[in-house]
């Protein structure tokens, strides 16, 4: 195997584990809205991702530099065929970052009512726009010879990748539930575990249908494979909530995005961007990638540093492990 083989498969693993952290995080955002009935509620949830949201935003980060530095015609034609719907994802993490720290800071009800508004709609938006992006990624896009991007912003909202869309929000949704579920006690526990059970059959629908459809038009034997593991978890995942065992379906349901995203990333290898204008045209892992050299410094740098990330990211998940309520949440001033 090739390094820029290996990098593939690398920067595969970064967007695997952005989109299986932040997507609990971001369905989480999107709770605050739908599963919480008042105040203290939504501080229970703020809660269980304050310590970590961060944190995983840290994955998305080294996702996009690896990608710059690995293969760096990638990194410039998906960022400026795809610079308006990046751009809105940006200032969305902008914003609601600055919502986690701000929103205590004053005690006057407005205040804290407008930035859980922009807590809701900064985690529903990329959550949406993530599923689109990669969906017209696997489909293709419209590439010239040079490289460039030269479609328009409304060509990317199809019906393939608007489907993308729906299953990214649904599939982030229903893990934030699940993870709510496995983080809580009391009546918040028992209604996020009703709700994920209701959420997970319209998610399993709409994944089935946005899985096969990449399958029939780009799949192979590997993206079955993937697939069918994909389908599997999240079937398991509801059948672990129903019975009550958070643990078991926050795990399947993370195993279900790890299964979805390898099968998107097999789907369209050895390309990285297809061009939908001609085949010839499409950036690969071969003319899109560093040199041997950058890939050799990368490769000793990232052996070297990922250990020691997923260590310290691990630490903190332990030392705020345990479940909070209501009860735990101080009387507001």
């Known amino acids: 195997m090739e390094l820029h083989d290996v990098w593939f498969v690398l920067i595969a693993v970064l967007w ?11 369905g989480v955002g999107i709770l605050t809205k739908l599963l919480a009935r ?23 980060l080294t996702a996009g530099g690896a990608t710059f530095a690995a293969f760096p015609e990638w990194y410039a034609t998906l960022f400026s065929g795809f610079y308006l719907p990046l751009l809105i994802i940006l200032v969305c ?42 969906g017209n990624i696997v489909r293709g896009v419209k590439i010239d010879r040079n490289m460039e991007y030269v479609g328009t912003f409304w060509d990317l909202l199809n019906p393939y990748a608007i489907l993308g869309g729906l299953v990214t929000l649904t599939l982030f949704t229903f893990h934030g539930t699940v993870f709510a579920a496995l983080k809580t006690v009391g009546d918040i526990r028992v209604r996020a575990r009703t709700f994920a059970l209701r959420l997970g059959l319209v998610t399993a629908v709409l994944a089935v249908a946005f899985l096969l459809w990449t399958q029939v038009d780009s799949g192979d034997g ?12 999240l079937v398991g995942a509801i059948g672990a909530i129903k019975a009550g065992r958070e643990g078991w379906s926050f795990a399947l349901s993370g195993v279900t995005i790890a299964a979805a995203v390898a099968m998107l990333f097999l789907a369209f290898f050895p390309n990285v961007m297809p061009s939908s204008l001609d085949p010839a045209w ?3 892992v071969t003319n899109a990638s560093s040199s041997p050299y950058t890939l050799k410094i990368m490769t000793w740098c990232a052996a070297i540093a990922t250990p020691l990330v997923l260590l310290y990211q691990g630490w903190t998940y332990w030392v705020f492990r345990k479940r909070i309520g209501t009860q735990h949440i101080a009387d507001a001033h």
């Open 282 to 284: 499409s950036l690969t």
């Open 93 to 134: 993490l902008i914003i609601r970052g600055v919502a986690f720290e701000y929103r205590a800071k004053r005690p006057e009800e407005n205040w804290q009512r407008n930035w859980e508004q922009a807590i809701f709609w900064t985690s529903l938006i990329p959550a949406i726009l993530w599923g689109v992006a990669f």
């Open 222 to 233: 590997w993206s079955l494979a993937a697939m069918l593991i994909a389908a599997v978890s």
């Open 16 to 26: 695997t584990g952005y989109f299986f952290l932040e997507g609990f995080d971001f």
């Open 38 to 60: 008042n105040r203290a509620e939504k501080r229970v949830l703020i809660n269980t991702i304050g310590p970590v949201w961060d944190g995983n935003e840290v994955w998305l």
